[in-house]
């Protein structure tokens, strides 16, 4: 007799496709690994997907409805944080897919992922005008952005706490950035003050590890050949090994640099603080405004240390780790007695949804913006 097979099979396959994407990378699973994860066989997952594009296309924008479900069946505002918050929890995977894994997407099909994004954006948007009719349009999108940064945190690390102080971590999170008052506009922009002598131009090796970092970030590291980066430079592909010997060459050009970056950024900040608290926010509006020139470098630190060879990894993990550690030791100053598991949490969450907004945000970002986020970061790392 035949066996019949379970009515949530593709559920199934997307679930497990979801967690190897996040855990190793879109180009570092195969369709054979999915399979065995979901506890099938290959001609099985291709009974449901096409190929694995197809499979990526189908969690991410899968994992988009279920948020955007969430968002609109909810009874209210406290409501709805918390079923976002426990759906961040129980379903880690889910931002790493549309965030990092959908840049692997050919353009059209990432382009179906982004108006989802923005959709979910949008209906998040509207919840906030209800609850802060103080807040304009505009405004609530960044908020909405921010909340949705903030429960996507939990793809960036591996931290945990037992489950119901997880969901009131986030919950609590998600509450401050939604009721943190936002810095009124400027009545007029500060004039830029007139430049002395033009800009000089960048070297070529400068120019090619910047468009190299742009569409590492952009596309994905395995996406990228050295005859987009030369396309990019205007210059042919050959001629990028003039500059830097292999592709990867060029990553760790990129990690390194934007990590001494960081460190710089975040010493100078600390150095001139005239409090434990002020310390904290000047270093977060510092990490900002170094989000904001340095987008790219910091998206490539953030998602492609699987891509680089096992003894620069190790190194970028190392300074990660080390990175964390002191910002966890400038808030305990700020705040002390807070639960260390909690504080690694409240930062990375943080940071993550500096990173997020800085990046959504329409039209390019200016410094209201970066007051706007610096505002929406000191509250969530430093509560009243």
Same mark, same amino acid.
């Given at each position: 007799?035949?066996t019949?097979?379970?009515?949530?099979? $593709?559920?199934?396959?997307l679930?497990?496709?979801?967690?190897?994407?996040?855990?190793?990378?879109? /180009?570092? =699973?195969?369709v054979? @690994?999915?399979?065995e994860?979901a506890?099938?066989?290959?001609?099985?997952v291709?009974?449901?997907?096409?190929? $694995?594009e197809?499979?990526?296309l189908?969690?991410?924008?899968?994992?988009l409805?279920a948020?955007e479900? %969430?968002?609109?069946?909810?009874?209210?505002?406290?409501?709805?944080?918390?079923?976002?918050?426990?759906?961040?929890?129980?379903?880690?995977?889910?931002?790493?897919?549309?965030?990092r894994?959908?840049? /692997?997407?050919?353009?059209?099909? %990432?382009?179906?992922?982004?108006?989802?994004a923005?959709d979910?954006?949008?209906?998040?948007?509207?919840? +906030?005008?209800?609850?802060?009719?103080?807040?304009?349009? !505009?405004?609530?999108?960044? +908020? !909405?952005?921010?909340?949705?940064?903030?429960?996507a945190s939990?793809?960036? /690390?591996?931290?945990?706490?037992?489950?119901?102080?997880?969901?009131?971590?986030?919950?609590?999170?998600?509450?401050?950035?939604?009721?943190?008052?936002l810095? !009124?506009?400027?009545?007029?922009?500060?004039?830029?003050?007139?430049?002395?002598?033009?800009?000089l131009?960048?070297?070529?090796? @400068?120019?090619?590890?910047?468009?190299a970092?742009?569409?590492?970030?952009e596309?994905?590291?395995?996406?990228?050949?050295?005859?987009?980066?030369?396309?990019?430079?205007?210059?042919?592909?050959?001629?990028?090994?003039?500059?830097f010997?292999t $592709?990867?060459?060029?990553?760790?050009?990129?990690?390194?640099?934007?990590?001494?970056?960081?460190?710089?950024a975040?010493?100078?900040? +600390?150095s001139?603080?005239?409090?434990?608290?002020?310390?904290?926010?000047?270093?977060f509006?510092? /990490?900002?405004?170094?989000?904001?020139?340095q987008?790219? =470098?910091?998206?490539v630190?953030?998602?492609?240390? @699987?891509?680089?060879?096992?003894?620069?990894?190790?190194?970028?993990r190392?300074?990660? %780790?080390?990175y964390?550690?002191?910002?966890?030791?400038l808030?305990?100053q700020?705040?002390?007695?807070?639960?260390?598991? @909690?504080?690694?949490m409240? =930062?990375?969450?943080a940071?993550?949804?500096? %990173?997020?907004?800085?990046?959504?945000?329409?039209p390019?970002?200016?410094?209201?913006?970066?007051?706007?986020?610096?505002?929406m970061g000191?509250?969530?790392?430093l509560?009243?």
């Open positions: 007799m035949a019949r097979r379970p009515p949530n099979r $593709k559920a199934q396959i679930e497990a496709a979801g967690v190897l994407f996040r855990e190793r990378g879109y /180009h570092n =699973v195969s054979a @690994e999915v399979a994860a506890g099938i066989t290959a001609p099985a291709y009974r449901h997907f096409r190929n $694995k197809e499979l990526l189908d969690a991410v924008l899968g994992s409805d948020v479900g %969430r968002i609109r069946d909810a009874a209210g505002l406290d409501d709805m944080l918390r079923a976002m918050a426990s759906a961040a929890v129980t379903r880690r995977s889910v931002a790493a897919l549309w965030e894994e959908a840049r /692997h997407l050919p353009d059209a099909q %990432r382009g179906l992922v982004q108006n989802r923005s979910v954006t949008e209906r998040l948007a509207g919840r +906030v005008r209800e609850a802060r009719p103080d807040v304009e349009a !505009a405004d609530s999108r960044l +908020v !909405a952005l921010a909340m949705l940064a903030v429960m939990t793809s960036r /690390h591996r931290l945990s706490l037992p489950r119901r102080r997880f969901e009131a971590l986030l919950h609590q999170l998600g509450e401050r950035v939604l009721r943190c008052p810095p !009124a506009p400027a009545a007029t922009a500060a004039p830029r003050p007139p430049r002395a002598v033009a800009a131009q960048p070297s070529r090796r @400068e120019q090619v590890l910047a468009e970092t742009r569409l590492f970030d596309r994905g590291f395995q996406s990228v050949a050295m005859a987009d980066i030369g396309e990019a430079v205007g210059i042919v592909g050959s001629g990028v090994y003039r500059h010997a $592709k990867t060459d060029i990553l760790i050009a990129a990690t390194s640099r934007g990590g001494d970056r960081m460190l710089v975040f010493d100078q900040a +600390v001139r603080a005239s409090s434990p608290r002020n310390a904290v926010e000047a270093a509006r510092s /990490h900002v405004q170094l989000g904001v020139e987008s790219h =470098v910091i998206g630190i953030t998602n492609e240390r @699987e891509q680089l060879p096992e003894r620069e990894r190790t190194a970028l190392r300074f990660q %780790r080390e964390l550690e002191m910002w966890v030791r808030l305990d700020a705040v002390p007695g807070r639960d260390p598991v @909690e504080t690694r409240i =930062v990375v969450a940071q993550g949804m500096a %990173r997020y907004v800085v990046r959504w945000a329409r390019a970002p200016d410094q209201e913006l970066v007051e706007r986020v610096v505002a000191t509250a969530l790392l509560p009243d």
